[in-house]
């Protein structure tokens, strides 16, 4: 044998060999799908628990997406939620506060889908320390939130950032939540945190997680709102409600940044500090919809990095048919809350409506400041329609219509306001709800304009409006007018209390008001009483332990049935431009109805 040629054969083959794996390597490619639910706000199932029929968008059918993605050999599947999933639907309400002793079902629901990460959201810590506490302890995958940190040792309370590896390829996933949650809960829900500025954070960990994890490709999840400007704020606000993109800019490292909180669909790219451009994607909310990345990425030897292609669009729950396993497995859970939400409450004589709340003193107003008043034993109530549009039909009530009759799970506060101070309040809520009418042609309702001063229309050809509705706060226990041809902040004429008794702006009276307004949520009472944020703690009397709907349940129980009464303490003038007005803003608010 010719060791000699033998020795050299081996040789060529191993160079051969060394070669094929270098082109290999070259070649080299992976290709990544990332698939974001956020502010699913407890819609997990098919299901409309609140109107007893079936829905078109839930977490159901986003798995039937999910699942077929990942029965594809030729890529990984990356599923992320970005917060505000304990909140907004009776399953997830039941789950929280009525089953304290099981596995909570978005903990339930999250391992199912095997979730590899998800972050934290404002409604999330709203439903209390017991429950998130209790639901992270039960999640498979790290629960986020790298600005949230513990008030004792300044260390994040919840995991900053978590790691992930496919195919070779590391994957970092840096999670946040929005810093404004001290203005709009009570304290105690969140005691032993803080919540710092989104950008500063975003610099401290993008920089930790470089240094010390090398990531090849960095992911935000960040439930927080792409724009900065929202309720007046500005690039430079320090811990800006919606940083999103804010940080997609301004920290450069970012493949994608997912957003949330803000309830609206993004899909866009941002070009950061050092020149390179960050994917911006988010959904609605409910899982309509679900933003879905996909990345390829080529490996480079000449300089070891992973070129990257993205390409993205956001899908739609609807045109996924439910997941038949997802189903069968959470049948029995599903039953329990039918069987809960369908116990009778009361008997209602007449029909209640919400859209006559945004047109003057209504009765379904009137219902929420009585039991806000018999609750607190406050002189005057404030309060706001937490639900857009809908009608509570006369007879039996039943528990799922207390979700819609009160949307949130606030709580209810006491506090100690002066005549002056509630009058600032009204007009600061009128100002943002009502325009300034010149003649009966104008319109009411203050819409929202784009730059060129045209009323924007929706997609679903309504009108959208220049605030939230949900900050429209009207007054019970008090009789007022809002004359409508006056400017904003001085419309507002405060006749007498409901009984007769004179006003007086220097008075310091009892005001029943839900947690969110107390806690400076709107602005209502920072900007329109002028009550500076760090004294509205000093003003709060009292507060209930259980949320604002378990109290008006109680109270309705109690009655056995209610008649419904529109206690006509407030209305519009001239009360005949209202009316023209109406005719004509209701069905921009509204949509048409199918009858016209």
Not at 202 to 231: C, M, N
Not at 410 to 425: A, F, P, R, V
């Amino acid at each position: 044998m010719n060791w000699k040629h033998l020795a050299r054969g081996r040789y060529l083959l191993l160079i051969l060999s060394l070669t094929l794996l270098l082109s290999s390597c070259q070649k080299k490619t992976v290709n990544l799908e990332f698939i974001e639910t956020s502010d699913v706000h407890g819609s997990l199932f098919p299901w409309n628990f609140m109107t007893d029929t079936t829905a078109n968008h839930s977490l159901a059918s986003v798995y039937s997406y999910v699942k077929a993605e990942r029965a594809k050999p030729d890529q990984d599947v990356i599923l992320l939620d970005n917060g505000d999933i304990l909140q907004g639907e009776p399953d997830v309400y039941f789950s929280n506060f009525l089953q304290p002793d099981s596995t909570n079902i978005v903990a339930r629901v999250y391992n199912f889908m095997k979730y590899d990460a998800a972050t934290v959201g404002n409604h999330d810590i709203e439903a209390g320390h017991d429950v998130y506490d209790k639901v992270r302890s039960e999640m498979h995958m790290p629960w986020l939130a790298a600005n949230a940190v513990r008030t004792d040792d300044g260390k994040p309370y919840f995991k900053p950032y978590t790691i992930i590896e496919k195919e070779g390829v590391k994957i970092a996933v840096l999670g946040m939540i929005t810093p404004h949650i001290p203005y709009w809960l009570p304290e105690k829900i969140w005691k032993g945190m803080e919540f710092d500025d989104m950008i500063e954070t975003a610099r401290k960990w993008v920089k930790i997680i470089q240094e010390k994890e090398h990531p090849d490709v960095l992911i935000g999840l960040f439930h927080s709102g792409v724009d900065y400007t929202y309720g007046g704020t500005t690039a430079k606000t320090y811990k800006n409600e919606n940083a999103s993109a804010l940080v997609a800019e301004q920290v450069p490292g970012f493949d994608i940044v997912f957003a949330g909180h803000d309830h609206r669909e993004w899909n866009k790219w941002v070009t950061n500090t050092a020149g390179k451009k960050v994917l911006i994607m988010g959904p609605q909310a409910h899982a309509r919809e679900f933003p879905v990345a996909k990345m390829k990425l080529t490996y480079d030897s000449s300089d070891k990095t992973w070129k990257k292609e993205i390409t993205s669009e956001v899908k739609h729950s609807k045109n996924y048919q439910p997941d038949p396993e997802y189903m069968a497995h959470f049948k029995p859970f599903v039953n329990e809350v039918k069987k809960w939400v369908n116990q009778p409450v009361a008997k209602l004589t007449a029909e209640i409506d919400t859209r006559d709340a945004f047109f003057g003193s209504s009765s379904f107003m009137g219902l929420i400041h009585k039991v806000q008043l018999a609750q607190s034993g406050a002189d005057i109530s404030l309060s706001a329609p937490t639900i857009f549009d809908t009608q509570l039909k006369k007879g039996e009530l039943y528990v799922r219509d207390m979700f819609r009759l009160y949307k949130y799970e606030n709580l209810l506060y006491t506090m100690k306001l002066s005549g002056k101070e509630i009058k600032g309040y009204l007009e600061y809520s009128y100002a943002g709800w009502f325009n300034t009418m010149k003649s009966p042609n104008d319109h009411l309702i203050n819409f929202r304009k784009d730059k060129e001063g045209h009323l924007m229309e929706s997609a679903n050809h309504t009108y959208s409006l220049s605030k939230p509705y949900f900050n429209f706060d009207s007054a019970g226990g008090i009789k007022y007018t809002v004359d409508v041809r006056k400017p904003a902040g001085h419309r507002v004429h405060i006749i007498s209390m409901s009984d007769g008794t004179p006003f007086r702006e220097n008075h310091i009276y009892k005001v029943a008001i839900n947690s969110y307004r107390g806690n400076g949520g709107g602005g209502h009472l920072e900007e329109g009483a002028g009550i500076p944020h760090d004294e509205l703690n000093a003003r709060r009397i009292s507060t209930t332990e259980k949320d604002l709907r378990f109290y008006m349940m109680k109270w309705l129980e109690k009655q056995g049935t209610y008649t419904p009464v529109n206690p006509e303490n407030w209305k519009v003038i001239p009360q005949s431009w209202e009316k023209k007005a109406r005719a004509v803003d209701e069905p921009m608010m509204f949509g048409k109805d199918d009858s016209e």
